[in-house]
């Protein structure tokens, strides 16, 4: 299964506020599925703060997240407009699980 939802705050934080009751209801609906969830900030630090390390630790870090079957990314305004297809793109093609995101704009 492969699906990918994005869901725009329209200028307010309810996706915010939205994306860990997004979580917890697929964690609690769905027990034999790994959710994840994650500040998309914090995935860009993540990325970016080392610039030094090995493409190896990279792609050890993509795999990490393509680990779950329900991958809950918030605030995804954090990525750069450019780099938003990329991104989104690279998640579609790393794992068969579902990624959701929600953006303020």
């Not at 299964?1 to 309810?14: P, Q």
């Not at 860009?44 to 809950?72: I, N």
Request: include cysteine.
């Amino acid at each position: 299964m492969k699906c990918l939802t994005l869901l725009n705050g329209g200028g307010g934080d309810a996706s915010t506020a939205n994306s860990p009751c997004i979580y917890h209801l697929s964690s609690v609906l769905h027990p034999d599925l790994k959710v994840g969830w994650v500040a998309a900030d914090t995935m860009v630090d993540g990325f970016t703060s080392h610039r030094d390390e090995a493409a190896w630790s990279t792609e050890q870090k993509k795999k990490g997240y393509a680990l779950s079957d329900v991958l809950v990314i918030d605030d995804i305004q954090e990525f750069a407009y450019e780099d938003k297809d990329e991104v989104r793109s690279a998640l579609l093609d790393a794992s068969s699980g579902c990624f959701v995101a929600t953006d303020r704009w």
